[in-house]
């Protein structure tokens, strides 16, 4: 595996990837990433489409939470802009689907901003509860301006197309839909590899230490709720179209702490562990639905309590994750990685004394 | 005039029940900075121990809230014990995130058992309407402010004057100072949680016999940041206030200007203070600046 690696100079150490065999994997990763759409059935393609719009959300909260340390409970509110914004510039407008997603994108990072000013004044945990408050706030301005978003009721979204075929069937949405994950996961990995986002590091860490080497702690901050927020709202420009129709139910609090969930399950400030969270938190209640509908026939009062079942399994699997492995998934396949490392000769505790 | 004297009362009385969950709140942050996004549903659970102690059971209701009040305290112990306690030290994220679990758990135990549909128990708050001049009034609400204010009143003098309400206070004071005296931190956190457990259960209680036994009473738990950030979020006193302030707000927007403002009054009350003045009407001034 990675053995015998020593760097001998720093454009090694710091390059985007470090050893021969996360080519190897990347590569077997993208190849299994082509392959899929030709051999899935539409409900797994369905699932891989929502894994990916999950990934761009979850690394864009990861950027900011995870990497900058500043917690945010407003990640619904940001995808409702992203949502709302795409929607409504192709519903109104009639601009074409990609303008209106970059226009959207930009909205985004503007609102993340706007409450990202708070944090001029506060930290931690008073930051969060502001995030709260961006929340509910933006929810009721979206319920509540009937006349520019249709309030509590749905918008249809036009569909995309590209090249005269529609892109919001699973198969077409597919391959936008990874595209754009594999760009937003490479942007993060640069992002973090330059001046900028080892500022966002150095804030997250220690903010004073970080203004004493010259970083501008609340330039840095302003400008990591904008980067993302930016992705975001792609996030929730993507769903607006994946999904065609639009309607505040699906960018509440709720949604905020799901990708939460994600990026500590998956592991904070990694780009992996984005992943690895947004697909288990995708699937767990999917796998979970699917149990319930085999046994819909065998066991019909089993199957009505699975509603709770999800949602007693979520908060579960947070809480387990954070006693017995805080630093999530991307942690544990470190740990397999590790095994494998030296294997067969591992050193085990207690051995040879 | 009439409309004022309503909406007085009105928001009074919700503003009370605002306090008592916010009390839970205050408590658990004042001895162990851990904000806790399952007060809520604290609250709800204890509306649904009630309803099941009183007419599932059958007690009489002393007994059935006494039930209530002890299965409580037991589940604030045992929260403590596996959840809260290996966390200890961990940052704020991992704090927050772990009360959002229990939240979803606690959500999901209720939801599984009794369903979403709404349920009542027999009020043990007087019913009917009182006419106060010649506003009409709702003589539960009437009676549940000063309830209520006892109820928070104990409270305070509980941390005034008893042994464990002191040491909780010592070591939000100074963690290291308390530990050296003598005082057993992992006890007065339980005794914390225990004690929030409670207070969520009485006013789930409340809430129970004022708006009913229905799941939307955790949402309650949303509404206790505008309160606690405005009264403090390490003062009693300050629930109380803020409390009754937000109460107020709410239904003085939502009666004399409409649109649903109502719900959205204390958010915008909350960035205000949390710019203006972050450590709120009573709360003490070390809040870390940037």
Same mark, same amino acid.
């Given at each position: 595996?990675?053995?015998?690696?020593?760097?001998?100079?720093?454009?090694?150490?710091?390059?985007?990837?470090?050893?021969?065999?996360?080519?190897? %994997?990347?590569?077997?990763?993208?190849?299994?990433?082509?392959?899929?759409?030709?051999?899935?059935?539409? *409900?797994?393609?369905?699932?891989?489409?929502?894994?990916?719009?999950?990934?761009?959300?979850?690394?864009?909260?990861?950027?900011?939470?995870?990497?900058?340390?500043?917690?945010?409970?407003?990640?619904?509110?940001?995808?409702?802009?992203?949502?709302? #914004?795409?929607?409504?510039?192709?519903? %109104?407008?009639?601009?074409?689907?990609?303008?209106?997603?970059?226009?959207?994108?930009?909205?985004?990072?503007?609102?993340?901003?706007?409450?990202?000013?708070?944090?001029?004044?506060?930290?931690?945990?008073?930051?969060?509860?502001?995030?709260?408050?961006?929340?509910?706030?933006?929810?009721?301005?979206?319920?509540?301006?009937?006349?520019?978003?249709?309030?509590?009721?749905?918008?249809?979204?036009?569909?995309?197309?590209?090249?005269?075929?529609?892109?919001?069937?699973?198969?077409?949405?597919?391959?936008?839909?990874?595209?754009?994950?594999?760009?937003?996961?490479?942007? #993060?990995?640069?992002?973090?590899?330059? %001046?900028?986002?080892?500022?966002?590091?150095?804030?997250?860490?220690?903010?004073?230490?970080?203004?004493?080497?010259?970083?501008?702690?609340?330039?840095?901050?302003?400008?990591?709720?904008? #980067?993302?927020?930016?992705?975001?709202?792609?996030?929730?420009?993507?769903?607006?179209?994946?999904?065609?129709?639009?309607?505040?139910?699906?960018?509440?609090?709720?949604?905020?702490?799901? *990708?939460?969930?994600?990026?500590?399950?998956?592991?904070?400030?990694?780009?992996?562990?984005?992943?690895?969270?947004?697909?288990?938190?995708?699937?767990?209640?999917?796998?979970?639905?699917?149990?319930?509908?085999?046994?819909?026939?065998?066991?019909?009062?089993?199957?009505?309590?699975?509603?709770?079942?999800?949602?007693?399994?979520?908060?579960?699997?947070?809480?387990?994750?954070?006693?017995?492995?805080?630093?999530?998934?991307?942690?544990?396949?470190?740990?397999?990685?590790?095994?494998?490392?030296?294997?067969?000769?591992? *050193?085990? %505790?207690?051995?040879?004394? | 005039?009439?409309?004022?004297?309503?909406?007085? $009362?009105?928001?009074?009385?919700?503003?009370?029940?605002?306090?008592?969950?916010?009390?839970?709140?205050?408590?658990?942050?004042?001895?162990?900075?851990?904000?806790?996004?399952?007060?809520?549903?604290?609250?709800?659970?204890?509306?649904?121990?009630?309803?099941?102690?009183?007419?599932?059971? /059958?007690?009489?209701?002393?007994?059935?809230?006494?039930?209530?009040?002890?299965?409580?305290?037991?589940?604030?112990?045992?929260?403590?014990?596996? &959840?809260?306690?290996?966390?200890?030290?961990?940052?704020?994220?991992?704090?927050?995130?772990?009360?959002?679990?229990?939240?979803?758990?606690?959500?999901? &135990?209720?939801?599984?058992?009794? /369903?979403?549909?709404?349920?009542?128990?027999?009020?043990?708050?007087?019913?009917?309407? $009182?006419?106060?001049?010649?506003?009409?009034?709702?003589?539960?609400?009437? $009676?549940?402010?000063?309830?209520?204010?006892?109820?928070?009143?104990?409270?305070?003098?509980?941390?005034?004057?008893?042994?464990?309400?002191?040491?909780?206070?010592?070591?939000?004071?100074?963690?290291?100072?308390?530990?050296?005296?003598?005082?057993?931190?992992?006890? &007065?956190?339980?005794?914390?949680?225990?004690?929030?457990?409670?207070?969520?259960?009485?006013?789930?209680?409340?809430?129970?016999?004022?708006?009913?036994?229905?799941?939307?009473?955790?949402?309650?738990?949303?509404?206790?940041?505008? &309160?606690?950030?405005?009264?403090?979020?390490?003062?009693?006193?300050?629930?109380?206030?803020?409390?009754?302030?937000?109460?107020?707000?709410?239904?003085?927007?939502?009666?004399?200007?409409?649109?649903?403002?109502?719900?959205?009054?204390?958010?915008? $009350?909350?960035?205000?203070?949390?710019?203006?003045?972050?450590?709120?009407?009573?709360?003490?001034?070390?809040?870390?600046?940037?």
């Amino acid at each position: 595996m990675e053995c015998g690696v020593f760097h001998t100079d720093y454009r090694t150490d710091i390059g985007l990837r470090r050893v021969p065999a996360e080519r190897v %994997r990347l590569g077997l990763f993208a190849a299994a990433l082509l392959v899929f759409p030709f051999l899935a059935s539409p *409900y797994w393609l369905n699932l891989a489409n929502q894994i990916a719009i999950a990934t761009i959300g979850a690394l864009g909260l990861n950027i900011l939470v995870g990497y900058t340390g500043q917690i945010s409970l407003g990640q619904g509110a940001f995808m409702a802009v992203g949502a709302y #914004t795409s929607a409504l510039l192709t519903l %109104r407008l009639g601009l074409p689907w990609g303008v209106s997603i970059v226009a959207a994108c930009l909205a985004t990072a503007a609102v993340g901003v706007f409450f990202g000013l708070p944090s001029l004044r506060l930290k931690g945990l008073y930051l969060a509860i502001s995030t709260v408050a961006a929340q509910e706030i933006v929810e009721w301005i979206v319920t509540h301006w009937s006349a520019l978003t249709g309030g509590v009721e749905a918008v249809v979204v036009p569909a995309p197309q590209l090249f005269g075929r529609r892109l919001n069937t699973d198969f077409g949405f597919y391959w936008l839909g990874i595209a754009l994950a594999g760009v937003t996961a490479l942007f #993060t990995a640069n992002l973090f590899r330059s %001046r900028i986002g080892r500022s966002f590091v150095a804030v997250r860490d220690q903010d004073i230490a970080a203004s004493v080497i010259g970083v501008n702690v609340f330039g840095t901050k302003l400008l990591a709720f904008a #980067t993302s927020s930016f992705f975001v709202g792609l996030a929730g420009a993507l769903t607006a179209y994946y999904r065609n129709i639009i309607s505040w139910e699906r960018f509440t609090l709720e949604t905020s702490v799901l *990708y939460l969930a994600m990026i500590i399950v998956g592991g904070l400030g990694t780009i992996r562990g984005s992943l690895f969270g947004a697909a288990l938190i995708t699937l767990l209640p999917a796998m979970i639905a699917t149990v319930g509908r085999e046994l819909q026939e065998s066991a019909p009062a089993v199957a009505a309590l699975l509603p709770s079942v999800q949602q007693a399994v979520f908060g579960l699997v947070i809480i387990l994750f954070l006693v017995f492995e805080p630093e999530g998934l991307s942690k544990l396949w470190r740990n397999v990685k590790d095994y494998f490392y030296v294997w067969p000769f591992a *050193y085990r %505790r207690g051995e040879g004394r | 005039m009439d409309q004022f004297l309503q909406l007085t $009362v009105a928001g009074l009385g919700t503003g009370m029940i605002y306090a008592l969950a916010a009390v839970g709140f205050v408590v658990i942050y004042k001895a162990s900075d851990v904000i806790n996004f399952a007060q809520g549903d604290l609250l709800l659970f204890g509306t649904y121990l009630t309803f099941f102690s009183l007419v599932q059971i /059958g007690l009489p209701w002393t007994a059935g809230v006494l039930l209530t009040m002890l299965v409580a305290a037991a589940i604030g112990l045992a929260v403590e014990r596996a &959840v809260l306690r290996p966390l200890i030290g961990e940052p704020i994220i991992s704090m927050i995130m772990v009360t959002i679990g229990l939240s979803s758990i606690l959500r999901a &135990v209720v939801h599984g058992i009794w /369903g979403p549909q709404p349920r009542t128990f027999p009020s043990f708050l007087p019913e009917g309407e $009182v006419m106060l001049g010649s506003a009409v009034i709702g003589a539960d609400r009437l $009676v549940a402010i000063p309830l209520a204010l006892a109820l928070l009143a104990g409270l305070a003098l509980f941390f005034r004057r008893t042994r464990s309400g002191i040491a909780m206070r010592a070591i939000a004071d100074d963690q290291q100072a308390a530990l050296s005296m003598g005082i057993s931190i992992p006890r &007065v956190f339980a005794t914390a949680w225990a004690l929030a457990a409670v207070t969520a259960a009485i006013g789930g209680i409340m809430l129970g016999n004022i708006v009913g036994v229905t799941p939307n009473v955790a949402q309650i738990g949303l509404r206790v940041f505008p &309160v606690v950030i405005l009264g403090g979020l390490d003062s009693i006193r300050g629930a109380v206030v803020g409390g009754a302030i937000i109460g107020l707000l709410e239904f003085y927007a939502g009666g004399y200007i409409g649109h649903g403002l109502n719900l959205i009054v204390p958010y915008a $009350v909350l960035i205000v203070v949390l710019m203006v003045r972050p450590y709120g009407l009573f709360g003490r001034e070390i809040i870390e600046r940037v």
